[in-house]
């Protein structure tokens, strides 16, 4: 999915206003930004705090403190909310736009202005239900806070006003009279496959089409859409999203990441393809740091790429192997998907960090043998071999990035924090390196990653509530049933349904990418799986690897693109480069799928 560079707009063209309402509305867009910005940065600071307090209270002197998952709870559905209308204003709702990205500039705008319409047609439907959902909360008081649920639910009814002024505002600020006018056959034809593919956000396409089934299909409250929607957001264990994505953007700010990759590349940087194999490794090390495939490449790129190139590696190459790496590091921890599945399918988290480790590795060691053959025809140069002492001050340098994700997985594994909390102690560590040892603690930047913390925590969140909401249509349209029954009756009993799952999972990956792929069909195939005698991790497992897939192939694979914008290469020149190293995945994936053991080494 896409994050658009352009914060004043979804499609880029927010061009000087022309009339008297819409420099009214720039202004009012100014003070939009301003009053939620701050206070989702807030909101981030404030969730760190409270959880990384927890930890220090329950471990550290033994008096836990009670309230702080509640409030923990309470401030993440408004961060969720306040991150989604940020995302609404930047254009950084996830979508497919590679479809719409190849059409002329004059439908490009129809369809950006299809998208808003989207957006604002799907708040105002939920605004009045929202407003009855919070009511309804009133009653129920939190035990530990002693406060009642209205001010955690009112979030959903702040934030859907907001974006439906948002919607508005880019409605009348970008799009022409005829642009608007073009809509409304758009509107008529509300199809997911016809929204997603138009570019219109993944969020707002789920939700409209429950909304537009509920109303002519059944006879069921509005209400309904808002409670579930809370329901798929509300989960604790979501908020490890915004924390891990927040300490990736720190790792990257304060170097730790070209710590990493300069200790790689002392170590083999001089062999023939040296630097791509230093890829590789510096995204398997990232990632375990990271958890967010755009920071892990974003964090690798501008330290490796322009060398790659410099010692004539084409840039289709360089950028073929960094979206495969990306690809294959899906199942590190802390992997967003992955906290995900844990959240929707109810699969043990810490059992999906263990189990995600050793497929990641297969993946690693068949992008090297990609890498290796390919090296041996190509002309790149080589670098001078690093010397002991240049290695060991690389070394040195690099040990307290080499340390932290040992210590997220020793504080996970030893109970000292929870998949959520662990975050926190990496926040802090990070935070204490960079003041007590590398001095690169840079206070300006701050503001700008806990807000962008906010954007990304937004777009996941919201899919994760429309899809939630979805995914119960889904069900009482006995959709659901009758692809599970389809699937459950494929041949060869447990080997064909995961041979099917890895077909599935990458179309799937490819058209709706990881989060909102499982969010939808993980609740109806793990249980199938289960029944089949299929360990739910390992499924987990073989289900991210496959999207991953699909994420990261072109023509259709958004990461792809993401991967050529970062590293600023035409996607014509890399498609071909990609193939070699999807392929060796693919493999990767079969052998994973075959062999449970790889992501069951703690069972």
């Known amino acids: 999915m896409t994050v658009d560079p352009d914060a004043n707009g979804p499609a880029g063209r927010a061009a000087a206003p022309a009339s008297a309402l819409q420099r009214a509305c720039a202004r009012l867009d100014c003070w939009l930004g301003v009053a939620t910005e701050w206070p ?108 009642n649920g209205f001010w955690r639910t009112s979030a959903i009814l702040v934030g859907a006003v907001l974006m439906l002024v948002t919607a508005l505002l880019q409605m009348i600020r970008q799009a022409t009279p005829r642009d608007l006018a073009f809509c409304l056959p758009g509107i008529l034809a509300v199809l997911i496959p016809v929204l997603v593919l138009a570019g219109t956000p993944i969020a707002f396409a789920f939700g409209i089409s429950t909304i ?21 957001m509300a989960s604790i264990v979501l908020l490890a999203i ?58 690798i790129a501008p330290v490796l790429l322009p060398e790659m190139e410099r010692r004539g590696q084409p840039p289709g190459e360089m950028i073929g192997l960094l979206s495969a790496s990306a690809a294959m590091g899906e199942t590190i921890p802390p992997s967003i998907v992955l906290i995900t599945v844990g959240s929707v399918t109810g699969v043990s988290i810490a059992g999906l960090f263990s189990g995600g480790i050793l497929p990641a590795l297969v993946g690693a060691i068949g992008l090297a043998v990609v890498i290796f053959f390919r090296a041996r025809g190509a002309g790149a140069s080589r670098a001078e071999r690093a010397t002991g002492r240049q290695i060991g001050r690389a070394f040195l340098a690099a040990l307290p990035a080499l340390a932290l994700p040992v210590l997220i997985r020793w504080a996970v594994v030893s109970g000292v924090a929870t998949a959520t909390e662990v975050s926190t102690i990496g926040v802090v560590y990070t935070l204490l390196i960079a003041l007590l040892i590398n001095r690169r603690l840079d206070l300006v930047r701050m503001g700008p990653l ?43 009993g447990a080997a064909g349904f995961l041979a099917l799952s890895v077909v599935v999972f990458a179309i799937l990956g490819s058209v709706l990418e990881g989060i909102p792929a499982i969010v939808l069909f993980g609740p109806l195939l793990f249980p199938v799986a289960h029944a089949l005698g299929i360990n739910l991790v390992h499924y987990a497992i073989v289900a991210v690897l496959s999207m991953s897939l699909g994420l990261f192939t072109p023509p259709f694979g958004i990461g792809f693109y993401q991967a050529c914008a970062i590293g600023r290469v035409a996607p014509d020149k890399a498609v071909h480069a990609c193939w070699p190293y999807m392929a060796a995945l693919l493999i990767a994936t079969m052998i994973v799928a075959a062999v449970p053991w790889l992501a069951l080494p703690g069972f």
């Not at 307090?53 to 408004?78: C, K, M, N, Q």
């Open 40 to 147: 989702a940065a807030a909101l981030v600071v404030a969730e760190i705090t409270v959880l990384f307090t927890g930890v220090v209270f329950r471990y550290g002197i033994d008096r836990p403190l009670v309230w702080t998952d509640e409030l923990a709870s309470l401030l993440f559905l408004w961060l969720c909310m306040l991150g989604a209308v940020i995302a609404q204003r930047r254009g950084a709702h996830m979508r497919l736009t590679a479809v719409a990205m190849r059409l002329p500039m004059v439908w490009r705008n129809r369809l950006e202005a299809l998208a808003a319409v989207i957006a604002a047609l799907f708040m105002l439907q939920i605004i009045a239900p929202a407003a009855d959902y919070a009511i309804d909360q009133i009653p129920i008081t939190m035990p530990a806070l002693g406060i």
């Open 212 to 232: 537009t089934y509920l109303q002519f299909m059944t006879t069921l409250p509005m209400s309904i859409v808002v409670s579930r929607m809370d329901e798929g």
């Open 242 to 299: 915004p924390l891990f994505v927040f300490l990736g953007l720190l790792i990257e700010m304060t170097g730790l990441a070209a710590l990493l990759v300069n200790l790689m590349a002392s170590l083999v940087g001089h062999l023939r393809g040296g630097l791509s194999y230093v890829l590789v490794c510096s995204m398997y090390l990232v990632s375990g740091i990271s958890g967010s495939k755009a920071a892990d490449m974003a964090a």
């Open 450 to 492: 806990l807000v962008d913390t906010a954007v990304l925590t937004g777009a996941v969140l919201l899919i994760l509530g429309t899809a939630t909401a979805m995914g119960w249509a889904l069900t009482q349209s006995r959709f659901s049933a009758q692809l599970v029954a389809a699937m459950a009756g494929v041949p060869g």
